[in-house]
């Protein structure tokens, strides 16, 4: 029997799925799991997940870590790092521990926390493979959980899925119209993922490059350009690179 595969449009639908037994995947494609994947790859010994600005601060101080977020896509008051990977090189970051708080990923992966998610990994384009090699390795139902924007469905979650779901469903059970409606936009998108969402006017596609982000969405965008893997254990996301 193959393991089932879902997908989850919004946080705000997380309460209609078990993920107590499954994979997690955890999707903020603009930008927060893109950021930890690049993080990851350039050295970060560790990624601390936190939902509040407070909480950041607080943990950061009584470590001594780099914390860092956003709200609204510009970078939250009180914390000195935002959420682009541009700001995360090797010589910044290697060896050393982030505290990030973000608008939607770092709280819907607590979400998933609270729902009895005990196999919780963060998915971007930056590392596309890396995850569906994870994921077949594990032989575990999947849930694909996008972060979406304040609990609304954004297209660049979505694609990601898609994406996912294009390179693994034959060894997956789908029985879910979301992951047929994210495999559908992944199909129509993939030649030029950055002019589909501009052409179509994609809600955060607008947000970020009215703060002059392109260059950003366009990384965020771009497919297989990390090992990273970074998986959730004991309150944190560490790298368990299957290439190491």
């Known amino acids: 029997m193959k393991p089932s595969l879902y997908t989850i449009l919004s946080p705000a639908l997380l309460n209609l799925y078990d993920v107590s037994n499954s994979v997690v995947v955890i999707i903020d494609i603009l930008r927060a799991t893109s950021t930890i994947a ?20 607080r943990i950061g101080k009584q470590i001594d870590a780099i914390t860092a977020g956003e709200r609204d896509g510009k970078v939250a008051e009180g914390l000195q790092h935002g959420n682009s ?8 970051i290697k060896g050393r521990t982030l505290v ?31 995850i569906c090699d994870y994921l077949l390795k594990q032989k575990k139902p999947v849930v694909l959980a996008c972060a979406a924007w304040k609990d609304k469905v954004n297209m660049e979650d979505t694609l990601f ?13 789908i029985n879910c119209d979301a992951s047929h409606l994210a495999l559908t936009l992944y199909e129509a998108a993939k030649d030029n993922m950055f002019e589909f ?36 254990e004991n309150g944190k996301l560490v790298n368990k690179s299957l290439a190491s």
């Open 197 to 232: 969402m501009k052409s179509r006017n994609a809600s955060h596609y607008q947000r970020l490059s009215s703060f002059g982000l392109e260059r950003d969405i366009r990384f965020c965008l771009e497919p297989n350009t990390v090992r990273a893997l970074p998986v959730y």
């Open 161 to 173: 899925a898609g994406a996912v779901i294009q390179r693994i469903r034959e060894h997956v059970t």
């Open 100 to 130: 990030l708080t973000t608008t939607n990923g770092t709280k819907l992966l607590h979400m998933a926390l609270d729902k009895g998610a005990t196999d919780i990994i963060t998915g971007a384009f930056s590392n596309l493979d890396v």
């Open 85 to 92: 990977p541009f700001e995360y090189p090797e010589s910044f």
């Open 38 to 57: 690049t993080a990851m790859e350039n050295g970060a010994k560790s990624i601390i997940p936190v939902d509040s600005v407070a909480e950041c601060i």
